[in-house]
């Protein structure tokens, strides 16, 4: 799993790296993106979307949707998607990067990625050198995206849709903006983790049912636990991703470390920001072989 090509020494590896023009480099990888179904570890899509998103500029006309202004990054198929420092200007040295799906197949996602600068790229090529080759794998991030409602399920898999919703109160039946569910077995197993859309919609697979004496149980009790943020007294924006939350990702190192490029962050385990676990697992019941639907997930804090 790895990028190279041009300039970068890394032939091979897929994504394209620096671009040579004459004497000069003309356009530097800035960052490369591999979108993985976190199911199949497989390269998600076709049909993504990747881009970092940016305020107006002002005193110029732009194209905005109600979740922002967003640039796209060249796609490459089954390779990812690239994006390269032009020979002026470019995106800031920490941008904020924006995955999204718009078939549903798979969960939006948005990082906080720290960019190696344009400097520290071109360093290596000066006379005499000032800085130390960046490898192009160094420049690769590859999240993980979770199951959609559009996701496809294949035949014989195990899981439960459902939906997280606050609980009685002041928001009274509404549902958990982008909540994450955390799936035990038997004896506190961890048997797989689900995030959830706008809606609070989860579609929660499981691919194995822990250990367990043969025969295996047609009927599986499992216990679900929330983490979600507190509900906002006053919505605003209605559109899909405005609220999604930002995950801050650490910048590679030259090599990259196996930590670099697969962690907690990137598979989406953790707890994001202003996010509170809830107050008590729920228990639901698989059916092994199929996906059922379930009761909502009431998501509640002490």
Do not use: C, K
């Not at 194209?63 to 002026?88: I, M």
């Not at 200007?89 to 939006?108: E, Q």
């Not at 999240?143 to 939906?163: K, S």
């Not at 989860?202 to 004496?213: E, H, S």
């Amino acid at each position: 799993m790895g990028v190279g090509g041009g300039g970068d020494g890394n032939a091979g590896l897929g994504v394209g790296g620096d671009v040579d023009g004459g004497p000069d480099v003309l356009h530097r990888l800035a960052l490369a993106v591999r979108p993985l179904d976190a199911r199949t570890r497989a390269p998600a899509g076709p049909g993504l979307r990747v881009g970092w998103e940016s305020g107006p500029v002002p005193g110029r006309r732009q194209r905005t949707s109600p979740d922002g202004l967003v640039h796209p990054f060249e796609g490459r198929g089954a390779d990812g998607f690239v994006l390269r420092y032009p020979y002026t200007g470019g995106p800031p040295a920490t941008l904020t990067l924006r995955i999204d799906d718009p078939a549903r197949r798979w969960l939006p996602r948005r990082f906080r990625v720290p960019l190696w600068t344009r400097a520290e790229l071109a360093g290596a090529d000066a006379r005499p050198p000032t800085a130390t080759h960046v490898r192009a794998d160094a420049r690769l991030l590859l999240p993980w995206l979770l199951p959609g409602p559009a996701y496809p399920v294949p035949q014989g898999t195990t899981g439960l849709r459902f939906r997280v919703a606050y609980a009685a109160g002041p928001a009274d039946s509404s549902p958990v903006r982008w909540p994450r569910v955390d799936a035990f077995g038997p004896g506190g197993v961890p048997l797989g983790w689900a995030h959830g859309d706008e809606h609070g919609q989860v579609l929660l697979l499981i691919d194995a049912v822990g250990v367990l004496p043969s025969p295996v149980p047609s009927r599986l009790d499992i216990a679900l636990r929330t983490h979600a943020p507190d509900p906002d007294p006053h919505p605003t924006t209605p559109g899909a991703l405005p609220d999604l939350p930002t995950e801050p990702v650490d910048r590679s190192t030259s090599p990259p470390r196996p930590q670099d490029l697969d962690n907690a962050v990137l598979r989406g385990t953790t707890r994001p920001a202003g996010y509170r676990t809830g107050a008590a697992d729920t228990v639901r019941t698989l059916t092994v072989g199929q996906v059922v639907p379930a009761p909502d997930l009431i998501h509640t804090t002490a």
